[in-house]
């Protein structure tokens, strides 16, 4: 497979929404990008530690209840394996401030 030998960049995953603060539960969904051969797997973790191979595979969005890490990263066909990323959701339990402006 030729396609396969010209294909050493690793695939890009991203969150859908990216952390941050959340007043509840967040469904999050996982976008994979890879420009040679295409994304073959994204796997996940929900505790913070580093996902493998053997982690959960993504399939369907992620119900996350803050506060929570999501780690991640996904392999290519041509089997190049993306550097773990994550994103960490936070609960916001500041009430919003109304501020006067003269």
């Known amino acids: 497979m030729v396609a396969d030998l010209l294909d050493i960049a690793a695939p890009v995953t991203t969150a859908d929404p990216p952390g941050g603060p959340f007043g509840s539960v967040v469904s999050v969904s996982l976008h994979c990008v890879d420009e040679g051969t295409g ?24 119900l996350i209840e803050p506060p929570g ?3 991640y990263f996904s392999v290519d066909g041509a089997g190049n394996v993306e550097a773990s990323r994550w994103e960490e ?11 006067e402006v003269d």
């Open 39 to 62: 994304c073959l797997a994204t796997h996940f973790t929900l505790d913070g530690t580093e996902p493998t191979t053997a982690s959960a595979r993504y399939e369907v969005p992620i």
């Open 69 to 71: 890490t999501l780690r």
């Open 89 to 99: 959701y936070v609960l916001d339990t500041v009430a919003p401030a109304v501020v």
